[in-house]
């Protein structure tokens, strides 16, 4: 099963329904231009790609929804303005993360056991602890625009 959602146009008055984020079947996901607003606990058991794409909610709500998917192997965050900061340290699945123009992004840490692809387009804060990476072997590809 996989799962495509977006709003065109200006506002953003969808809402990703609840139940949406606790579909066991659920294998990639592709949510733009929409409201997240997640529940307490996200139960995304099976799914393994996640595209969130001007979605407007803060880290701590794009971070609860990825604590909820076990089986989280690929990540694109694209023009997430209100992403400040991006800590995905309990998915030690990760094999790919691509952060594109989150403009307001000023920190990421992330479990790098099986990090194999890191991407990161956008200008890079002056901050020297920018990117703090855990548990990681150093074979990483990095690309940065």
């Not at 506002?11 to 307490?40: D, F, H, K, Q, Y």
């Not at 309990?90 to 952060?99: S, T, Y």
């Not at 200008?123 to 940065?144: C, E, N, Q, R």
Request: hydrophobic share 40%; glycine share 6%; with cysteine.
């Amino acid at each position: 099963m996989s799962t495509r959602m977006s709003e065109s146009g200006r506002g953003l008055s969808r809402t990703v329904p609840r139940i949406l984020l606790s579909c066991a079947e659920l294998r990639p996901l592709s949510l733009s231009s929409c409201r997240l607003t997640p529940p307490t606990t996200v139960s995304l058991p099976s799914l393994v790609t996640l595209l969130l794409s001007h979605v407007p909610e803060a880290g701590t709500d794009v971070e609860r929804l990825i604590t909820g998917c076990q089986r989280l192997a690929d990540l694109m965050l694209e023009a997430c303005d209100a992403v400040t900061a991006l800590s995905v340290l309990g998915n030690a699945r990760l094999r790919r993360l691509a952060l594109r123009c989150c403009h307001n992004l000023a920190t990421v840490a992330i479990d790098s056991s099986e990090l194999q692809a890191f991407e990161y387009r956008g200008a890079v804060p002056d901050s020297a602890s920018f990117l703090t990476m855990h548990g990681g072997s150093g074979k990483i590809a990095y690309w940065a625009r």
